[in-house]
Antibody, heavy 116, light 110 residues
Framework: EVQLVESGGGLVQPGGSLRLSCAAS????????MSWVRQAPGKGLEWVSA????????YYADSVKGRFTISRDSSKSTLYLQMNSLRADDTAVYYC?????????WGQGTLVTVSS | QSALTQPASVSESPGQSITISCTGT?????????VSWYQQHPGKVPKLIIH???NRPSGVSNRFSGSKSGNTASLTISGLQAEDEADYYC??????????FGGGTKLTVL
């Protein structure tokens, strides 16, 4: 069974940083691209970033480009999202998901709150 | 990276059918067969119900079906049940190697 478990969310001040992690199991991690998708409170889904299976290519939404960095560690079957220069409008539940063209399995999400 | 266009809300009676549209451009919906649909109940994680325009993952009811014509994709739910009441989102792969979601449609089963 595919399992994705996010961690690292929390309360951070504007301008601060956080690193999210997503531990994957139940599938061959290094053969799948991975994605991050977020959902602000009461709002819709927003694609954030994706990374290819090898980590050789990364992609970002315009809203986070230059501030967020996606990466992966195959030895740990873990996906990361380094978030810098956080703003209030980055407040959301962040989900990691398997695949990048049609994300199938999703984690339970981790809440990031940016507030002073 | 403009969001795909979905109706904000739709409603129908139990047992009836309903279709939710998802309109994009030739750079996303119209250009690729990577249109997906997700169902999200309140407080729950989104669930993939259609991928690659019209394919259902294992375990998804055959009451859900997808199609595409030009720049518009559609999700049809037949034999509506109370449990179908949820938010529905479409997504599409894009020419920029990104993914774009629709704004979501709230389905009410009357």
């Amino acid at each position: 069974e595919v399992q994705l478990v996010e961690s690292g969310g929390g309360l951070v001040q504007p301008g601060g940083s956080l690193r999210l992690s997503c531990a994957a199991s139940g599938f061959t991690f290094d053969t799948y691209a991975m994605s991050w998708v977020r959902q602000a409170p009461g709002k819709g889904l927003e694609w954030v970033s994706a990374i290819t299976s090898t980590g050789g290519s990364t992609y970002y939404a315009d809203s986070v480009k230059g501030r967020f960095t996606i990466s992966r560690d195959s030895s740990k079957s873990t996906l990361y999202l380094q978030m810098n220069s956080l703003r209030a409008d980055d407040t959301a539940v962040y989900y990691c998901a398997k695949d990048r063209k049609a994300p199938g399995a999703w984690g339970q999400g981790t809440l990031v709150t940016v507030s002073s | 990276q403009s969001a795909l266009t979905q109706p904000a809300s739709v409603s129908e009676s139990p047992g009836q059918s309903i279709t939710i549209s998802c309109t994009g451009t030739s750079s996303d919906v119209g250009g690729y067969n990577y249109v997906s649909w997700y169902q999200q109940h309140p407080g729950k994680v989104p669930k993939l119900i259609i991928h690659d325009v019209s394919n259902r993952p294992s375990g998804v009811s055959n009451r859900f079906s997808g199609s595409k014509s030009g720049n518009t994709a559609s999700l049809t739910i037949s034999g509506l049940q109370a449990e179908d009441e949820a938010d529905y989102y479409c997504s599409s792969y894009t020419s920029s190697n990104t993914l774009v979601f629709g704004g979501g449609t709230k389905l009410t089963v009357l």
